[in-house]
Nanobody, 122 residues
Framework: VQLQAFGGGLVQAGDSLRLSCAAS????????MGWFRQAPGKEREFVAS????????YYDDSVKGRFTISRDNARSMVYLQMNSLKPEDTAVYYC????????????????WGKGTQVTVSS
């Protein structure tokens, strides 16, 4: 399974961005998907996850109410709608696939994509 995140960019505080993650290869719709981010000098951190059938979503408190994760299994795509962006959201964002069908903050990525840079200016 190959994952590729895209859609990042440079925006101002308060703006919105929509990240996309395309899956290719031996993809299945039976796995939870998630988004992580890594800011300069910091460890990678969990942002959001979505279960295999979109019935369950989980967000880190820092993005709850501002970010929305979604998926389109027919297209093998996962999205992260980011609203009301803040400078502290600046990071490289990665998408990942879980081994399990549902996962929250204990999400453990089995496959990882190359990240996309999000920069939020104040």
């Amino acid at each position: 399974v190959q994952l590729q995140a895209f859609g990042g960019g440079l925006v101002q505080a308060g703006d919105s961005l929509r990240l996309s993650c395309a899956a290719s290869g031996r993809t299945t719709s039976n796995n939870a998907m998630g988004w992580f981010r890594q800011a300069p000098g910091k460890e990678r951190e969990f942002v959001a996850s979505i279960s295999w059938n979109s019935g369950f979503t989980y967000y880190d408190d820092s993005v709850k109410g501002r970010f929305t994760i979604s998926r389109d299994n027919a297209r093998s795509m996962v999205y992260l709608q980011m609203n009301s962006l803040k400078p502290e959201d600046t990071a490289v964002y990665y998408c990942a696939q879980e081994r399990r069908s549902v996962a929250g903050s204990n999400f453990q990525g089995r496959y990882w994509g190359k990240g996309t840079q999000v920069t939020v200016s104040s």
